[in-house]
C-alpha cells in the first residue's frame, strides 16, 4: 500500500529507518524532530495501516522496510534535488578534504551522500564526483568558497563537485562521522544510492548488509 510522503513526512520514515530493528515510541520519534506530535502519529497511524510498522505492548517497530525504502527513493529521487555544479583538479579526496575544511573553517554543516560517502564507509564504485548535502542558507557561502578554491560553475553538464542545498535540518543532526567525515545517515544513504539507480543500487546493498542487518 503506498501513502503519500511530502517532505516531512520523509523525515519521519528516515528517523523510523534509523530505528532499524529496535523498538520506539511516537515521542521518540518526534522529540527529535521539528514536527509536531500530531503529525508524527498520523503517519505513524498510516504506516501501521500500510503494514509498514506494528504496535506491541504501546512500542512500534519496523515491519517492511525493503519497501518504505524503496517508496521514499521513488518518491524522493535525488536527481530531482536542486544541484550546483563545479568543475576543479585534484582527486576526489581532495574534493572532500575541502568539503570537510572549509566547514570546520566556517563552522558550517555538510554530509556526504552517493559515492563521496560511501568511499568512505564501504569502497565499491569508485566516482570522481563528491556530492555533499550543504544549508540553503550557506549557499552563498559555499559558492564564494568553491570559487576562491579554484573550481569553476558548470551548467548543464555535471562536474566533478555536486553542491546540493536543503532546508531540511535532519540531513544534519542525522549525520556521523567516519574517518573525520561527516555523512548522512545510513537509511538517507542508502535512498540516495537507491533513487540514483544503476551502480547505486549495487553500493546500497552492500551498506544495507554490513549497516542495517
Given at each position: 500500500m503506498m501513502i503519500e510522503l511530502t517532505r516531512k513526512n520523509l523525515e519521519i520514515i528516515v528517523r523510523v529507518l534509523e530505528k532499524g530493528s529496535n523498538k520506539w515510541s511516537v515521542l521518540e520519534i518526534q522529540r527529535?524532530?521539528?514536527?509536531?506530535?500530531?503529525a508524527v502519529w498520523n503517519l505513524i497511524k498510516k504506516l501501521e495501516n500500510a503494514g509498514y510498522v506494528m504496535k506491541?505492548?504501546?512500542l512500534y517497530k519496523l515491519t517492511n522496510r525493503e519497501?518504505?525504502?524503496?517508496?521514499?527513493?521513488s518518491l524522493n529521487p535525488i536527481r530531482?534535488?536542486?544541484r550546483i555544479e563545479y568543475y576543479g583538479g585534484g582527486t576526489a579526496k581532495d574534493r572532500r578534504d575541502f568539503i570537510r575544511n572549509t566547514a570546520t573553517e566556517n563552522k558550517r554543516d555538510y554530509a556526504l551522500t552517493l559515492f563521496a560517502a560511501t568511499d568512505v564507509i564501504q569502497p565499491y564504485v569508485k566516482s570522481e564526483n563528491i556530492s555533499v548535502y550543504i544549508r540553503s542558507r550557506d549557499r552563498e557561502l559555499w559558492e564564494e568558497k568553491v570559487k576562491e578554491s579554484g573550481y569553476s560553475p558548470v551548467y548543464e553538464a555535471k562536474g566533478n563537485l555536486t553542491l546540493m542545498p536543503v532546508d531540511e535540518n535532519y540531513y544534519f543532526t542525522l549525520s556521523k562521522e567516519y574517518s573525520g567525515y561527516k555523512i548522512v545517515c545510513i537509511p538517507q544513504l542508502v535512498i540516495d544510492l537507491i533513487s540514483l539507480g544503476g551502480p547505486g543500487e549495487e553500493?546500497?546493498?552492500?551498506?544495507k548488509e554490513r549497516f542495517m542487518a
Open positions: 527529535d524532530s521539528a514536527l509536531s506530535y500530531g506491541e505492548r504501546g519497501v518504505l525504502i524503496s517508496q521514499a527513493a530531482t534535488k536542486e553500493q546500497a546493498k552492500l551498506i
